[in-house]
């Protein structure tokens, strides 16, 4: 039986940030799904954000996916998912940094304005975001990943919710837009690895998941944090 053992709801993207990072890794781990809308007392106790994902392993415990991430690399190096050299590893975490803080939140943010100046605001600072990824990112790395030939950390924090643009689409009618080619062809190359088809979920699904984002209903500590923020 293995020893590490991650906490997640279903579908959350955060916690298939490290499902991937530890199937690409090849490292067993057991999965615990809670319900986000009754979080249990024991869950509560560990969790300080009340968020998944939370890892244990023996007797460490953690949160933050961009976090759990690292802590991954650090005890399976191999196969490597930052650069060795400082400078490189420090840039991969710019990207990792830039995702949380300049991607992320305008997905969830634009998701629950509920008015057009809302919408419109979140929708340009998306747009904004993927043109620098199209071009800061794949475009200098020259693909077909973030950081060229091999899969990073950096890959894996930003597959997620670019996967959910599938939901987006159908609540905003905005997606990937056509002047991303390179973003495109790469979503469509995440998609077949092994650790994407273990992880993701149905299009119907992801819709179900962002209802509550997008008719503001979500009454989650995700949603208070984005509100707030
Ligand atoms: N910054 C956190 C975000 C985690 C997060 O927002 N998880 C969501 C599920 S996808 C959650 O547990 N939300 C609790 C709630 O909405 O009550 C991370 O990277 O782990």
Redesign the pocket.
Known sequence: MTDIEIIS?AT????Q?TRMALIEKGLDFRLTEIS?DA?PDWFLAISP?????VLRHGDVTL????VINEYLEDIQPEPALLPRDPAARAKARIWIDFA?VRFIPHVYKYMLAQDAAGQDMHRRRLLEAFDHMETEGLGRSGGPYWLGRDLSLIDLSFFPHIERFSAIEHYRDFTIPASCPRLIAWRDLMRQRPSVVATSASRETYIRGWRKYAENT?T????RDMRES
Do not use: I
């Open positions: 709801s959350c993207p955060f916690a940030r986000l979080k954000y009340g968020k998944v994902p949160f933050e996916s961009a949380n979500s989650g500590t995700t949603a």
